[in-house]
């Protein structure tokens, strides 16, 4: 069933071929039940142009926004969802750079030299009881000559067996947040093997141990004060990783919900002498789920084509992007809730679509900005803060 915006879709499957996508459906049980990286949907992905595709065509891209960065996370996350988490993060360094060139900052303008030669960006910001986020940090940042070394543990490292330049940020004895980036071949950087998790197990997003990792001069980009700041860099980072993040599970919403729509028709009621998909308290259920996805591809289509466009929503911005990740998660669990009560029994058993996929979509749960911090977010804006 066609969910996304027809342009949308064309432009995307310009890369994203129905081959591929086929072929990385076929291989995500495997990658769960064997809790292996996926390794081989990442090298068809980079040699489709994937990771290069929000660079302009002269540097080898597609030229895409975010508009399409996003419909093409939608139909990853609809067919792979681990493979689109762990690509994700590669693309939201991408989608920074995007739209800090937007605003005319262009301190990111070396990502994208990165990007065109082939490196892989990761995001190493989460942190072990950090629940500040991007306003501070309990990694150490050491002021040297030769740049800055970090010192700490990052977490959900997506992309950890493939990123080679990774994104970091610690605080100085200044009390300064530092952001750079440092190099995988460093000899400060380790990376664990403690992903053994309920879902998302393709995207292998393991922690990240710092010890005295080194970012030269050239790599450092960004010093804030610790807390909430009206930067650019902020907003970028908010405004691509929540939105990118969004689609991930919008693509879990939509391949919920085309399940729900098929899997009832291959079902009999012996007492009513029909197929479930006749039945009128499935229909709604059905409806019901259907609903809350035109919803969300609404609210997702017109934030991606707000940020592309530069739009100035003022201090409403991050309401509106923490919304929109809480809410792409909401509609995504209901989803695939409502899948697995219209298909029956057989999706319970371990290794059915629908059985992994409620595992994968529970992730959504524990990505910035979660529940409690976005409803913190909104609240703010509508009611000030608190005394």
Do not use: C
């Amino acid at each position: 069933m066609a969910i996304l915006h027809p342009a949308l879709e064309s432009s995307v499957r310009t890369i994203l071929s129905e081959e591929l996508l086929s072929g990385l459906r076929e291989r995500a049980r495997a990658h769960d039940a064997y809790n292996t990286f996926a390794r081989q949907d990442f090298d068809a992905l980079v040699t489709a142009g994937y990771l290069k595709a929000l660079l302009p065509p002269e540097r080898g891209g597609a030229g895409w926004g975010l508009a399409e960065a996003a419909a093409a996370q939608r139909l990853l996350g609809a067919h792979a969802p681990g493979t689109a988490l762990a690509v994700n993060m590669h693309l939201v360094w991408a989608g920074v750079v995007r739209l800090l060139n937007t605003r005319s900052d262009h301190r990111l303008d070396f990502v994208d030299d990165w990007t065109e030669a082939g490196h892989v960006l990761a995001f190493g910001i989460s942190e072990p009881g950090n629940d500040h986020v991007l306003f501070d940090s309990t990694t150490r940042a050491e002021e040297g000559a030769d740049g800055v070394r970090y010192t700490g543990t990052k977490i959900f490292t997506s992309l950890s067996p493939a990123w080679t330049r990774l994104g970091v940020f610690g605080k100085n004895d200044d009390g300064e947040l530092v952001h750079a980036f440092v190099d995988r071949e460093d000899p400060g950087v380790g990376i664990g093997d403690d992903w053994d998790t309920l879902g998302m197990r393709a995207s292998q997003s393991q922690s990240t141990r710092l010890d005295g990792a080194l970012a030269p001069p050239e790599w450092i980009h960004t010093r804030l004060p610790v807390g909430p700041q009206p930067d650019a860099l902020v907003f970028g980072i908010f405004g691509a990783f929540l939105t990118l993040t969004a689609s991930v599970y919008a693509g879990i919403a939509d391949r919920a919900l085309e399940l729900a729509a098929k899997n009832p028709a291959k079902r009999r009621s012996l007492a009513a002498d029909r197929s479930l998909d006749q039945d009128p308290d499935i229909r709604w259920r059905v409806a019901e789920a259907g609903m809350d996805v035109v919803a969300l591809d609404a609210f997702l289509t017109q934030i991606t084509r707000d940020l592309d466009a530069g739009v100035d929503h003022g201090p409403a911005w991050f309401p509106k992007l923490v919304s929109l990740r809480t809410r792409a998660g909401d509609v995504a669990r209901s989803s695939v809730d409502a899948a697995l009560k219209v298909s029956g029994g057989a999706q319970y058993y371990r290794g059915s679509e629908l059985e992994r996929l409620y595992r994968d979509v529970l992730a959504s749960l524990y990505h910035p900005s979660d529940a409690e911090s976005a409803h913190a977010t909104v609240a703010n804006w509508l009611l000030g803060p608190l005394d």
